[in-house]
């Protein structure tokens, strides 16, 4: 811990606002850990009911909610596909849902922890874009975490290069959508360029400027090396990044929340 006080120290003498000293989230952390012991106990049904209820509060304040939604999706993701979030990847997904960047090693679950805040996000009945690098993984991950989302009441779905517009449309209007940024990138301006409704394929406008390499760039510019102006690369309404420590952009994520129009 000591090393983490005295790397954090040093980040804020350079001027950088990365953060080392995770704590701030240690008191939500071991809130959810408390309700997840009553989680436990829940069937399938009364857990998807106690989910679909939380969507009528989502609307007033997420935050209110996030404890006991982490803890739900911790449960479902435990049952649906045998994968246990660990408190690492909790605090990962918080610090996402607080609008950060989170750099996580190879093999810490990048892919798990981005579920939470995702499907937290969805909720509130806007829509929730989880983008990947490419379109294997977009289907690989909307694939494979898709039963977490439907045992919480939540559906996932996924575009590829080559999809008709109508299916773009109907992957678009799930709850989750997994997606490449190019793809998300060119069916916007798409949109913008449709003549009549019946022709756009985002079931919300989205305004997004992304860079080439949107994660790298951003964690470029949370360590001081950019140039400061985050709306060239980035404007979103709200965002947060994961990015592979080692593989850079190849190993990322960006969110983009749409604003409902």
């Given at each position: 811990?000591?090393?983490?006080?005295?790397?954090?120290?040093?980040?804020?003498?350079?001027?950088?606002?990365?953060?080392?000293?995770?704590?701030?989230?240690?008191?939500?952390?071991?809130?959810?850990?408390?309700?997840?012991?009553?989680?436990?106990?829940?069937?399938?049904?009364?857990?998807?009911?106690?989910?679909?209820?939380?969507?009528?509060?989502?609307?007033?304040?997420?935050?209110?909610?996030?404890?006991?939604?982490?803890?739900?999706?911790?449960?479902?993701?435990?049952?649906?596909?045998?994968?246990w979030p660990f408190d690492v990847q909790v605090r990962a997904a918080l610090a996402l849902d607080c609008g950060h960047i989170v750099e996580m090693q190879t093999g810490e679950g990048k892919t798990l922890a981005a579920v939470m805040p995702a499907a937290l996000r969805a909720l509130a009945g806007r829509g929730a874009h989880v983008l990947t690098f490419n379109d294997y993984l977009a289907r690989r991950?909307?694939?494979?975490?898709?039963?977490?989302?439907?045992?919480?009441?939540?559906?996932?779905?996924?575009?590829?290069?080559?999809?008709?517009?109508?299916?773009?449309?109907?992957?678009?209007?799930?709850?989750?959508?997994?997606?490449?940024?190019?793809?998300?990138?060119?069916?916007?301006?798409?949109?913008?360029?449709?003549?009549?409704?019946?022709?756009?394929?985002?079931?919300?406008?989205?305004?997004?400027?992304?860079?080439?390499?949107?994660?790298?760039?951003?964690?470029?510019?949370?360590?001081?090396?950019?140039?400061?102006?985050?709306?060239?690369?980035?404007?979103?309404?709200?965002?947060?990044?994961?990015?592979?420590?080692?593989?850079?952009?190849?190993?990322?994520?960006?969110?983009?929340?749409?604003?409902?129009?």
């Amino acid at each position: 811990m000591n090393t983490i006080r005295w790397r954090q120290r040093l980040a804020h003498l350079r001027g950088s606002p990365v953060a080392f000293d995770l704590r701030p989230y240690d008191q939500e952390l071991a809130e959810i850990n408390r309700l997840g012991i009553d989680v436990g106990q829940l069937s399938d049904g009364e857990l998807e009911t106690r989910a679909r209820a939380l969507r009528l509060r989502a609307v007033d304040s997420l935050e209110s909610i996030r404890a006991e939604f982490f803890a739900l999706a911790r449960e479902a993701s435990r049952r649906a596909i045998g994968l246990w979030p660990f408190d690492v990847q909790v605090r990962a997904a918080l610090a996402l849902d607080c609008g950060h960047i989170v750099e996580m090693q190879t093999g810490e679950g990048k892919t798990l922890a981005a579920v939470m805040p995702a499907a937290l996000r969805a909720l509130a009945g806007r829509g929730a874009h989880v983008l990947t690098f490419n379109d294997y993984l977009a289907r690989r991950d909307a694939e494979w975490m898709g039963p977490v989302y439907a045992m919480l009441g939540l559906s996932v779905g996924f575009v590829q290069q080559g999809m008709t517009p109508e299916d773009r449309r109907r992957a678009y209007l799930a709850d989750v959508t997994y997606v490449t940024a190019k793809e998300a990138g060119f069916d916007h301006m798409r949109d913008l360029l449709a003549m009549d409704r019946q022709a756009l394929v985002h079931q919300h406008r989205v305004r997004v400027r992304v860079h080439a390499r949107p994660v790298r760039a951003a964690m470029a510019l949370a360590r001081g090396q950019g140039d400061g102006q985050r709306t060239q690369w980035l404007q979103v309404d709200a965002w947060a990044g994961v990015e592979d420590a080692e593989d850079g952009a190849h190993g990322g994520f960006l969110w983009v929340f749409p604003r409902a129009k």
